[in-house]
């Protein structure tokens, strides 16, 4: 049994839109709305936290009504100012064992990626999604000249949703926020504070998180042909 944290506190500011990029929509559909589908299906998943800014509440409570969704399974809590923050706020309603975090601007997420999260959670407390890195890897100095090459077989890209014990990855939270320590994905999270293994499962070059302007044009294609 899980709970879900759903992160819609971000904005449009770099995909060019003039609101929050989460309500952009595909076939008349949200982008948050295809993820929050997802857990929704899942019986193992018993409580579903949207983190959103106070002002889009409605927006999201609105769709709600329009499509009947029970809100027994789902509650709000407002954002913070940065991404850390709005999960700190986010874990503080987590009552299940274990908590699947996720961006609700990857709408490209499916049942079988859940499933095999959850398989790898029976072993172990960390367990991320991503994609092996396919292109030759440069390290660039703060000039953009570049240092070297890094050996592509050592690196992941860290997509979400990112899955751990929820006691473990609180108290990383909270120590990270006492020592102000601002990490960029949850998982750099607990590796600055534990020790604990983290797992890699493979995800999909398809589970983008939509951030430019160009993104939108993707998601709208691959929503549309239904990847």
């Not at 770099?14 to 899942?42: H, I, M, T």
């Amino acid at each position: 049994m899980y709970d879900a944290i759903i992160l819609l506190a971000g904005s449009g500011q770099r995909s060019g839109l003039s609101y929050n990029k989460v309500f952009y929509e595909v076939n008349e559909k949200p982008l948050y709305a295809y993820s929050l589908d997802v857990f929704l299906q899942d019986k193992d998943c018993k409580n579903i936290i949207f983190v959103c800014r106070a002002e889009d509440t409605d927006i999201v409570l609105d769709y709600f009504e329009e499509q009947s969704i029970d809100k027994q399974k789902v509650e709000f809590v407002v954002g913070g100012l940065t991404r850390q923050e709005s999960v700190l706020n986010g874990l503080k309603k987590v009552k299940a064992e274990f908590v699947f975090i996720h961006d609700g601007a990857r709408p490209c997420i499916n049942l079988e990626l859940i499933e095999r999260m959850k398989k790898e959670l029976v072993y172990e407390k960390a367990v991320i999604a991503g994609i092996k890195a396919t292109d030759t890897l440069k390290l660039i100095d703060a000039f953009g000249d570049v240092d070297k090459t890094i050996d592509r077989e050592k690196v992941v890209q860290a997509q979400t949703p990112q899955a751990f014990n929820s006691d473990l990855i609180i108290k990383a939270y909270e120590v990270a926020a006492s020592e102000k320590f601002v990490a960029t994905d949850c998982a750099s999270v607990v590796e600055y504070v534990n020790s604990a293994r983290i797992e890699f499962v493979e995800g999909s070059r398809w589970n983008i998180k939509v951030t430019t302007a160009d993104d939108l044009d993707v998601i709208t294609y691959l929503l549309s042909k239904g990847e």
